[in-house]
């Protein structure tokens, strides 16, 4: 009989409730018994939608980590507090979900992976792009050898105009940067595992706030105030790789550009190319001839397709609680993500010094 793990949501606003409560609450062997928000209200909106019955309510995670009963913490904070309440939560013997990106500075990240092997506790972090069907299945190509090795690829996470203008998003002290560090981060990890390579060498960073002071800007999310408004509106980067690899990043929340991918990367290998521009897409060349073709995703005759539809966040949280029960590794390790933190930062670094960083 499966045990029943007792989960902790600290943080219960936007994406806890988009995504970690929604999900958690689909997979079987899992409680959600603890609720901590700095606005009270919405940890107890949170614990009568999705806790069990006598669910606990915090707005100090430090008083709900003395819950010896509590396996599992979700933290789901802005990113400056994602290695406090992460290390805090593994030295009180928990598991540890961190929302992405793992931290806000790559110094912080790396004392999170410290702390997971200190303490012997898992780590993850919320990439949950990986768990998308287009995902699996590019993987699952990559990993067979049909592209060969790949010596360059892209990571897009481009918006035309849509800047969250909520929370703390544009706060550089609250998050560490804008849309780099937002969605650029998803990108980023999800080439990295594509390519199992996570060895950067050298990083070329630029970051722009060329849109960021308009007033009364054309947005998704309404018009946004420039005086608030103290991230980057946009961020791109190049990365070479220490077996010579190349991948180009690029990432905004307003750019003036029809090219509009999110989540989403493009690779370039000796057998063969893909991408992930409206579907999957396989490129190559055979019997002296270029070919393309697309992956069905949504049919019988994929792999990993069993007919039944599940979400990403679905998929990410079932595996996650699979892997603690099995004692297995996440599908995203701390080590994997750490390597994020680091990418990403050198592009910011890169970007204020007009200099490479070599890592």
Not at 118 to 142: E, H, M, W
Not at 160 to 167: E, K, L, N
């Amino acid at each position: 009989m499966s045990k029943t793990f007792k989960v902790a949501i600290v943080g219960c606003g936007g994406i806890a409730n988009g995504k970690h409560l929604p999900s958690l609450k689909n997979v079987p062997n899992v409680e959600m018994v603890a609720f901590c928000d700095i606005i009270e209200h919405r940890a107890i909106e949170a614990a009568a939608k999705y806790g069990v019955d006598g669910a606990k309510v915090y707005t100090d995670y430090t008083e709900l980590l003395k819950d010896e009963s509590i396996d599992i913490v979700h933290v789901c904070t802005p990113n400056d507090s994602h290695a406090d309440i992460s290390i805090a939560a593994m030295e009180a013997g928990k598991h540890v979900m961190s929302e992405k990106p793992m931290a806000k500075t790559a110094a912080d990240a790396l004392r999170m992976l410290e702390a997971s092997k200190r303490t012997g506790k898992k780590l993850t972090v919320g990439y949950n792009n990986r768990f998308r069907g287009d995902s699996q299945a590019l993987k699952a190509i990559v990993d067979g050898g049909e592209l060969g090795d790949i010596y360059y690829a892209k990571a897009h996470a481009i918006r035309r105009r849509a800047v969250p203008t909520w929370g703390v998003f544009l706060d550089e002290e609250k998050q560490g940067g804008g849309p780099l560090i937002d969605i650029g981060t998803h990108a980023l990890d999800l080439t990295l595992w594509m390519m199992n390579n996570y060895k950067p060498k050298v990083v070329l960073g630029t970051a722009y706030h060329k849109l960021s002071q308009r007033q009364n800007a054309a947005n998704a999310w309404g018009p946004w105030d420039p005086a608030q408004f103290t991230v980057e509106d946009s961020a791109f980067g190049m990365i070479v790789m220490e077996n010579g690899a190349t991948i180009v990043l690029e990432s905004s929340w307003a750019l003036n550009t029809l090219e509009v991918d999110e989540a989403k990367c493009t690779l370039s290998g000796t057998e063969g190319g893909a991408d992930m521009k409206g579907g999957l897409r396989i490129n190559g060349e055979q019997n002296s001839r270029l070919f393309t073709k697309e992956i069905e995703l949504n049919s019988g005759g994929v792999a990993f397709y069993d007919g039944k539809a599940e979400s990403a966040a679905d998929l990410e949280m079932k595996m996650w609680i699979k892997a603690i029960e099995e004692d297995k590794d996440p599908v995203v390790t701390p080590e994997q993500a750490y390597v994020v933190s680091q990418i990403l930062e050198a592009i910011y670094e890169s970007s204020k010094t007009g200099k490479a960083v070599y890592l």
